[in-house]
């Protein structure tokens, strides 16, 4: 009897304890972009089945109840950058400072559609509180002001990899020397003319945040929270932690403050799940493998030209392999018979299965970090933002091809698949990748939610703060040191060099005298 009240006392202090450690997070993705969706709420539920309570703001309601979580979904946001997803083709197809513009102005038009939405409004009149406030970084720099708003440490997500909008938050150096601009499809072993060009790109991106986009979010900010004791730039420099989805095997070493943090491919599933079944059986029934075609959640196959869906309609047909094509519309017109279409795939787990032997993708980082994780070759047709980048990383690594969109044909793209699929390199390539990646002491979402414990552990981890962030332009690039102390010595040198060449002149001058005044000598 003492034994099992013994034990039954340990489970209530067990139970006690883990109450006691369970937090409270808001978990913001402003984002109307499926994919950028699926980074976050993995995180949510992460947090949410390590026993802590998420309050989830998103464009997209959850498709059934999960426990620890509270839905608050906030569908205004696709109707305020439902133009911009619509018409990605239009727009790739601009000049590329008039897509920089656009897409920044589509963050303004994010931030205030969440804000003034009435259950966001309703949260923020409440007496609500949180640990932490997680907030994907994506131009919606005024939806900082809601960890200050709730005195919460500010958690920032940056969905695609490290870029200035979130390494400013935690002070992490971008030397323009070997760190390409996101948006720039280099390595990290650029020509002078690549540094040239990504410093050039880097400078206007500073002048262009400081100077037109950041004080546009200042003005949404300063609307929205009126009584927050931080200014806006105050909020933005005093992350206590970034998240990135991004890891060294799939792209380069750089620098990170402390407070940066690579988990890169947490939304990706460990476990392979049962695929229904006429899936199952195409996939199986392939002599030659399977070929899956998606070009994302934003770009559908249905609404592409009818020239591109044709030259797309003649490769097909001429491969050996079978095709599963995400294809938004029951008829498509010319199918060839090795042709699978369906509006909706579940794509992990169909790269996961073993006789998948081809992706092709539009290049979006969550697409080619799932194909590079499961060991599959890709052909990318980037469209826009990073995948251009995310491509030519695949191409410098030797297991991915790209076809640009603007020359999609038939031809280039069955040359692109056949190289791939016909050269046992590309596949080793990537196996080896796919290894250096899994090789990690713990998996990317274990990581997430261990950091933002710790954050909320310790109260907003301000011991992990970089110096740098609280120093200017001049002070950070040591500008003024530099002035003073280079300057200095060029001065001295100088100086040096005037007072030599004063003596010098002056001795000259001397001699000079001396030989005018002796007396001539005559000479007959």
């Known amino acids: 009897m003492t034994r099992n009240k013994t034990c039954l006392n340990a489970f209530l202090l067990l139970g006690i304890l883990s109450s006691v450690t369970a937090f409270n997070y808001l978990v913001v993705l402003p984002t109307g972009a499926r994919s950028h969706y699926n980074v976050g709420s993995s995180l949510a539920k992460g947090l949410a089945a390590a026993g802590h309570q998420v309050t989830l703001i998103s464009p997209f309601a959850l498709k059934k109840p999960i426990e620890n979580i509270i839905d608050v979904p906030v569908p205004g946001i696709l109707k305020a950058m439902g133009g911009d997803i619509d018409n990605l083709l239009t727009k790739s197809a601009q000049p590329i400072i008039q897509q920089i513009v656009g897409f920044y102005d589509m963050g303004i038009r994010i931030s205030e559609a969440l804000l003034q939405d009435p259950s966001v409004q309703k949260l923020m009149q409440s007496n609500q509180t949180f640990d932490a406030v997680i907030d994907e970084v994506f131009l919606d720099e005024a939806l900082f002001g809601l960890a200050e708003h709730f005195n919460a440490p500010l958690i920032g997500l940056g969905t695609f990899g490290a870029i200035s909008w979130n390494t400013d938050m935690v002070g992490s150096p971008s030397p323009a020397s070997y760190v390409p601009h996101a948006l720039l499809k280099f390595s990290d072993h650029m020509s002078f003319v690549e540094r040239v060009i990504n410093l050039a790109f880097l400078t206007y991106e500073y002048l262009f945040m400081k100077f037109y986009y950041l004080p546009k979010q200042e003005l949404v900010y300063n609307k929205y929270f009126p009584n927050n004791k931080k200014s806006f730039y105050e909020v933005r420099n005093n992350a206590a932690l970034v998240l990135l989805n991004q890891h060294v095997s799939l792209s380069f070493p750089r620098p990170y403050s402390p407070n940066m943090i690579e988990v890169g491919g947490m939304h990706i599933q460990r476990q392979r799940q049962p695929l229904p079944k006429d899936i199952e059986e195409f996939i199986k029934g392939a002599e030659h493998g399977v070929i899956y075609f998606s070009m994302g959640s934003n770009l559908k196959s249905a609404v592409l030209p009818q020239e591109k869906r044709q030259a797309l309609i003649d490769t097909f047909s001429k491969v050996k ?113 796919s290894a250096r990646y899994r090789d990690q002491p713990q998996l990317p979402l274990e990581r997430a939610v261990y950091w933002v414990e710790h954050v909320s552990r310790h109260k907003g981890a301000r011991y992990l703060r970089s110096a740098s962030q609280d120093l200017n332009f001049v002070q950070y690039h040591n500008l003024d040191a530099m002035l003073i102390l280079y300057g200095g010595i060029l001065f001295v040198i100088y100086c040096l060099l005037w007072l030599i060449r004063r003596v010098w002149g002056a001795l000259q001058n001397f001699f000079m005298g001396r030989q005018s005044s002796k007396p001539k000598v005559k000479r007959n």
């Open 321 to 433: 392999q079978r095709v599963l094509w995400k294809f938004e519309d029951s008829n498509l017109p010319g199918k060839p018979e090795n042709v699978f279409i369906s509006d909706w795939f579940p794509q992990d787990d169909i790269l996961a299965h073993e006789n998948v032997k081809l992706f092709i993708t539009h290049g979006g980082l969550l697409s080619t970090t799932e194909s590079i994780y499961h060991g599959t070759p890709f052909v990318g047709i980037p469209i826009f933002g990073d995948q251009f980048l995310n491509m030519a990383r695949a191409e410098q690594n030797g297991y991915g091809k790209t076809v640009n969109y603007e020359d999609l044909t038939s031809e280039r793209l069955l040359a692109a698949i056949k190289t791939l699929t016909e050269d046992p390199q590309a596949l080793e390539l990537v196996k080896d990748m």
